[in-house]
């Protein structure tokens, strides 16, 4: 009987520290750096300008970084020039973590989604700070989000493709 009670005193700290431990994770609002405590880096960090659809903007300095999630799901995380993500696309057999990758902003999409009509193997989701589309069935998911007031001034999030 010891035995059984030791062990499960075991998993219950096991389980508390993993509930309430920091999560480290790269997200939207957060530094590209921590991108590979998401997945396994299959591309580095990557910085290109993209112009914008208007002169008056200019041209907008982005970060890019490629993880691939431990479900199979290839994750690749946009940066402005401070670093902080700013836009997410997905892509594989199945939806990654929502809650990991959209951080701070998972309960915003939350309480948009609510009032959201749901689409057969669609989604869009606007809400308070968060845009969120994704699409998808068996074997096959892929999605963007961003956040808006994050966004480089001269980058058309609307263009993103997983």
Known sequence: MPRFLTFRRLCLIGLGAALIGP???AGLGR???????????????QRFAAQSASAATGVAAVQTQTVETTQGATVTEYANAAGTVFAIT????FKPDLQQLLGDYFGGYV????????QPGQSRVSGNDIVVRSAGRMRGFVGAAWVPSL?????DPSTLQP
């Open 111 to 118: 309480q948009a989604a609510r009032s959201v009509l749901p």
């Open 90 to 93: 997905w892509k594989g057999p």
């Open 31 to 45: 530094a590209l750096a921590d991108a590979s405590q998401d997945g396994h880096v299959v591309a580095g960090a």
């Open 23 to 25: 999560s480290a994770h």
């Open 151 to 155: 966004v480089p001034t001269g980058f």
